[in-house]
């Protein structure tokens, strides 16, 4: 990557819907740019930017991916991104890095779901754009549907600049509307030619709306466009341009990246119409700042990626809004307030990696072995010049499932493996589950976990197996209690005596336990009470209906006796427990279950539906808005209904409803499924089997 000025930069990132082509537009952009020495492809795992392992077993990105090109001076860096849902989390880095998306579609499937999110991901940060409808040469492509879709869906702003010529396997070229020309490939060579005559009027038409959509773009043009007059070529271009970056042009182009059509036009575009980081301007900072892209200013970057590897260890990637940095030095995280210690600057190749000597604005790159850094902190020259950037945010994670090691060997490698997994996964949380005991991971999605695993046996040497996660219910009780118990045991030498009369009562939701004592006359000597509470409190944690936690209860200490000899706090602690069992069989006990809070978000032909399946997982709909034509559902469902909700929610809305949650409140189980779930506990060894 030679040195270069903002001006000279383009970064893009391409997006999609899973299976459009992404990777191997990338990769035919890069070839033809002379970029790479050969053409790879996704199928046989040869690419430049599909390199990780888990990409060559599914034959799909699941990182972004960095690579760059360079077009008439102009340095284009690429960060492909992938295309299902559960890894949008890079989707959410790269465009942190890039000032303009190529949003990618395939001709024969047209606008997807994945298409509406990755839009909607490029309207939240503001990023111009530019469509490119791919494999054109595919069976059942169909250019007009795909057109149409997209002006129905984004608006009169889809400014369709090239026309296809033909389709599926006569595809063979476009026409240029700016240019009025059309160019047939031939041999993979480009040759132009005139219009064909069943694509004149088309064009006119075509050109017509182009010229429309530009003249909204210029208040110059939209006074002489009413007049009537004609524009120049280079007066659409110019207009283009200041649509493209303003965002109310959004230029439309066609071709195949496998058979490598269109591909060397929509570079050419890209270096015409992305805006540099120059015209981009100033970014602001959390405090109101703004941050212009001078190469002689302070520096400031922003970490938009970070990748844990056995072999190199951490892996940062960064974009440079202001400044420069040179290797061997240090810099100041703001985000953390930390100091970072700067090796060498790494210029971006797929996996291959090149040193640099300097980094400037608009410059995206990459440093090694960073100890804390992570995606969204802003690095700054030093604490002298802290400020701070926007941080990314990154949907909630919603599947949970539990891990377990494989074997002894695994476990010890766990913690420290999911501990440098959580570095370089921002949509991945880690939690042990009180009651339970089970480790749990939440993560996005089916597939997310299926790489997660696969990752962590290949990359840190932690094979894990998944489950359902049990439920983490609680126990308590609904009456008061008085419970008089004795422990006395005689083995010879000193016995062990404990005698305890405690009150037991259940307490307000949500208030834990509470414990006290109203003794008198020393008939519980004081230090043997601080025994009662440790029992009682050992008792509650193993539970006494099912083996869960016991909760919401209060006890008072009131009475009991003594022995000079035989007494001890191992005694009183003996008896304190007893007693707790005790009054489970007395005060009529209850098993609790986590009641979640649920927020949906799904379009409104699905709200049926979504209603529907919350009513039978025994939910409760709290309430409905409507907002930018998205229903927002808020329910309250047992959690124990809810471990495959983002697997089943996707397949009902077809990928587009999105929803996330958090504990509320426990309640009480139904008396059925609290017996079924006694008689599991009481047969895998846990707690009497009792219904109550």
Same mark, same amino acid.
């Given at each position: ?222 006074? @002489?466009?009413?007049?009537?007059? !004609? ?6 271009? #110019? *207009?283009?341009? %200041?649509? /493209?970056?303003? =965002? ?102 797929? @996996?291959?990696?090149?040193?640099? !000597? ?6 995206? #790159? *990459?440093?090694? %072995?960073? /100890?804390?850094? =992570? ?318």
């Amino acid at each position: 990557m030679k040195p270069t000025t903002p001006e000279k930069i383009r970064n893009v990132a391409l997006v999609s819907h899973g299976g459009a082509g992404k990777t191997s537009l990338a990769e035919a952009m890069l070839f033809d740019a002379g970029a790479i020495p050969r053409l790879g492809n996704v199928e046989s795992g040869t690419t430049v930017l599909d390199w990780d392992p888990d990409e060559h077993k599914r034959g799909q990105s699941v990182n972004l991916s960095v690579a760059s090109l360079e077009h008439d001076g102009v340095r284009i860096t690429i960060v492909d991104t992938p295309g299902y849902a559960d890894f949008q989390a890079d989707v959410v880095e790269a465009l942190a890095a890039v000032d303009a998306v190529i949003v990618v579609i395939d001709a024969s499937a047209g606008v997807e779901v994945g298409t509406e999110e990755v839009w909607r991901l490029a309207d939240a940060r503001g990023l111009p754009r530019m469509v490119f409808i791919n494999k054109m040469d595919r069976e059942n492509a169909n250019y007009d549907a795909t057109l149409e879709a997209l002006k129905a869906r984004f608006g009169p702003k889809i400014a369709p600049v090239y026309l296809p010529i033909g389709a599926a396997e006569s595809f063979r070229g476009y026409v240029d509307v700016i240019e009025e020309h059309a160019n047939v490939y031939e041999g993979g060579v480009p040759k132009e030619v005139p219009i064909p005559p069943e694509l004149e009027g088309i064009e006119h038409s075509r050109r017509d709306a182009l010229v429309e959509a530009a003249a909204e773009a210029s208040d110059d043009l939209m006074e @002489k466009y009413l007049e009537g007059e !004609a524009f120049t070529d280079a007066e659409i271009e #110019a *207009a283009l341009h %200041k649509g /493209t970056r303003e =965002g109310s042009v959004v230029p439309v182009f066609v071709g195949s990246a496998t058979a490598n059509i269109g591909v060397r036009e929509l570079i050419t575009m890209i270096a015409k119409h992305v805006p540099s980081p120059a015209e981009v301007g100033t970014r602001t900072t959390t405090d109101g700042k703004e941050i212009t892209p001078d190469p002689d200013g302070p520096f400031v970057a922003q970490v938009f990626k970070a990748t844990a590897d056995p072999f190199v260890g951490r892996l940062t990637y960064f974009r440079v809004i202001s400044g420069s940095l040179s290797g061997q030095g240090h810099v100041y995280n703001a985000s953390r307030k930390e100091e970072e210690r700067v090796g060498n600057l790494l210029a971006v190749q797929g @996996k291959e990696t090149d040193n640099l !000597a300097r980094v400037g604005p608009g410059d995206i #790159a *990459a440093v090694a %072995k960073l /100890t804390s850094t =992570g995606a969204g902190d802003t690095l700054v020259a030093d604490k002298a010049h802290a400020v701070t950037l926007t941080p990314l945010q990154f949907p909630a994670p919603s599947l949970q499932v539990a891990i377990e090691p494989e074997s002894k060997a695994d476990l010890d490698k766990l913690g420290q493996a999911l501990h440098r997994l959580t570095e370089e996964e921002p949509c991945v949380a880690i939690r042990r589950e009180d009651g339970t005991g089970e480790t749990i991971l939440t993560a996005m999605g089916d597939a997310h976990v299926d790489v997660i695993v696969d990752r962590l046996k290949r990359k840190f040497g932690a094979a894990v197996t998944t489950a359902t996660p049990r439920v983490p219910y609680r126990e308590t009780i609904r009456q008061a209690a008085r419970i008089d118990n004795r422990y006395k045991r005689q083995t010879g030498g000193h016995g062990q005596y404990g005698h305890v009369v405690i009150e037991f009562a259940p307490a307000e939701m949500g208030t834990g336990f509470q414990f006290g004592d109203r003794i008198v006359g020393g008939v519980v000597p004081k230090q043997y009470i601080p025994a009662v509470e440790k029992g009682l409190r050992e008792a509650m944690a193993e539970g006494v209906l099912a083996g869960y936690p016991v909760v919401d209860l209060q006890a008072t200490l009131v009475d009991g006796s003594y022995h000079t000899v035989d007494s001890s706090e191992m005694a009183f602690k003996v008896a304190a427990s007893q007693a707790l069992k005790k009054a489970f069989d007395a005060a009529s006990p209850a098993l609790l279950e986590p009641i979640l809070e649920v927020d949906v978000v799904v379009p409104d032909e699905y709200m049926g539906d979504v209603m529907g399946q919350i009513t039978s997982k025994r939910g409760h709909v709290l309430g409905m808005d409507s907002i930018e034509g998205m229903q927002h559902l808020k329910a309250q469902v047992p959690q124990a209904e809810m471990f495959h909700y983002a697997t089943e929610l996707r397949s009902i809305t077809q990928g587009r409803g999105r929803f996330s949650w958090k504990i509320d409140h426990y309640a009480e189980v139904p008396h059925t499924i609290a017996d079924r779930v006694v008689a599991d506990a009481a047969r895998n060894g846990h707690g009497p089997e009792r219904a109550h």
